[in-house]
């Protein structure tokens, strides 16, 4: 169980497209989902949490208009990097809670996202 | 500044033996640990944690082990196995501070060879 599906696996596109990436909870209602970014070599940080039905909280220096998220249902998060440039080039994962920050967090397979 | 470090990027490791990754932290109000195992294109996977009102926390082949005054934790694995292979990341969370999100070290690749 608790499994949390990320789409897509691998996004590579020009400079000024907008991307968005999808993170499903497919077995359970998720009321928190987190977005973490992890450069090579890195530990993973955490850009932002997001509540269903509510703004998502965004962590200190993560631009909240540049990386447009959207937790429209329990069992549905997305993440649009708007008008993306080479530096947004990293890998991107989800993962969702049943219970908020108390929960234990279940995570998607990532997006390997490459700006050309 | 990092609050949770995983010094050792990388570990290799005869299967058979026992591996041992370490993790520091610095954050006194971490009170729960937890490790996470992560191979290639795939997201973090949960193997095991710790509380700290704990000192130790066993499962199967796997050991967490805590050491609050020291602010140091270790996962043991044994016997290790070529299917133990990939990065293990360290994670802290003040879970009794109210809504905090889990901290992360950078990980370290573990090499199982056979």
């Known amino acids: 169980g608790a499994v949390v599906s990320q789409h897509p696996s691998r996004v590579i596109c020009k400079s000024g497209t907008s991307v968005k990436i999808e993170c499903r909870s497919l077995?359970?209602?998720?009321?928190?989902m987190f977005w973490y970014r992890q450069f090579p070599k890195q530990s993973l940080m955490l850009m932002a949490t997001?509540?269903?039905?509510?703004?998502?909280?965004?962590e200190q220096g993560v631009e909240k208009d540049k990386f447009l998220i959207n937790h429209a249902s329990l069992t549905l998060s997305t993440l649009t990097v708007t008008s993306a440039h080479p530096e947004d080039s990293s890998f991107y994962i989800c993962?969702?809670?049943?219970?908020?920050?108390?929960?234990?967090?279940?995570f998607g397979d990532g997006t390997r996202l490459s700006i050309l | 500044d990092q609050q949770v470090k995983q010094n050792s990027p990388s570990l290799s490791v005869q299967e058979g033996r026992i591996s041992i990754l370490n993790c520091d932290y610095t954050?006194?109000?971490?009170?729960?640990f937890l490790w996470y195992k992560k191979y290639p294109a795939e997201g973090p996977t949960f193997l095991i944690s710790?509380?700290?009102?704990?000192d130790k926390n066993e499962d199967g082949r796997f050991t967490v082990f805590l050491n609050k005054s020291a602010k140091h934790l270790s996962l043991h694995i044994v016997p290790s196995q070529p299917g133990d292979s990939a990065v293990y990341f360290c994670?802290?969370?003040?879970?009794?501070?109210?809504?905090?999100?889990?901290?992360f070290g950078k990980g370290t690749r573990l090499s199982v060879i056979a």
């Open positions: 077995d359970f209602q998720a009321t928190t």
């Open positions: 993962s969702a809670s049943v219970s908020g920050y108390s929960g234990p967090q279940h």
């Open positions: 954050n006194s109000m971490f009170d729960y």
């Open positions: 710790i509380s700290s009102i704990k």
């Open positions: 997001s509540n269903e039905g509510s703004k998502a909280t965004y």
């Open positions: 994670a802290a969370w003040a879970l009794n501070s109210g809504n905090t999100p889990l901290v």
